[in-house]
């Protein structure tokens, strides 16, 4: 039902970079609205991470970087850590029926 | 800072109403943000719902609409969620959040802060 699109998982070693893609269309990132990204450790409520497509909340790592192009965003991390292991979601606004907030279909990040 | 916090019954009867209630500490409900309800289905993503402002203004899920009501108090600093014709597909953690941009321009904001969410459960 989601309109945004995330790969289910991604894994990676301490210390590795890991990409998570989000593909959305053109009636929401294409349409040039703001995609945003939330990391949601177990049984916690969503944190934002990203803002804006690649801006950083007070707070939170510079390991954690955020770009968007086209259809599509991206939220990559550095420098990989174990308590970097949660629930990933992109977030953005389709303009389709009557306009709406929509997420992504979330990825979970494994720290190997 | 600004904190959230849900409240409301956790189980509710199938075709009865899901009654929510989100009280904003550390700011006011007046400023110029919008609020919203966001609700996740146990092991399952996340989905808006819906968002006020303090005039009373409201934006729905087209999905949900039918079926839901957001209103707000601003004497009590609050602002709440009913929602009617509950199914077994309803249950869910339901959280408010405050849209993070306060703008009238629709499109933009992320969300934060986030409630610690309840879990609601319509079963009979």
């Known amino acids: 039902q989601s309109v945004l699109t995330q790969p289910p998982s991604v894994s990676g070693a301490p210390g590795q970079r890991v990409t998570i893609s989000c593909t959305g269309s053109s009636s929401n990132i294409g349409a040039g609205y703001d995609v945003h990204w939330y990391q949601q450790l177990p049984g916690t409520a969503p944190k934002l991470l990203i803002y804006?497509?690649?801006n950083r909340p007070s707070g939170v790592p510079d390991r954690f970087s955020g770009s968007k192009s086209g259809t599509s965003a991206s939220l990559a991390i550095t420098g990989l850590q174990a308590e970097d292991e949660a629930d990933y979601y992109c977030q953005s606004y389709d303009s389709s029926l009557s306009g709406r907030y929509v997420f992504g279909t979330g990825t979970k990040v494994t720290v190997l | 800072q600004v904190q959230l916090q849900e409240s409301g019954p956790g189980l509710v009867k199938p075709s009865g109403t899901l009654s929510l209630t989100c009280a904003v500490s550390g700011g006011s409900i007046s400023s110029s943000n919008w609020w919203s309800w966001i609700r996740q289905p146990p092991g399952k993503g996340l989905e808006w719902i819906g968002e006020i402002y303090h005039s009373g203004s409201t934006n729905y899920n087209p999905s949900l609409k039918s079926r839901v009501t957001i209103s707000v108090d601003k004497s009590k600093n609050q602002f709440s969620l009913k929602l009617s014709s509950v199914t077994a597909a309803d249950t869910a953690v339901y959280y408010c959040?405050?849209?993070?941009?306060?703008?009238?321009?629709?499109?933009?904001?992320?969300?934060?802060?986030w409630g610690q969410g309840t879990l609601v459960t319509v079963s009979s």
């Open positions: 804006g497509n690649s």
């Open positions: 959040a405050r849209n993070s941009i306060p703008t009238m321009v629709r499109g933009v904001t992320s969300f934060d802060p």
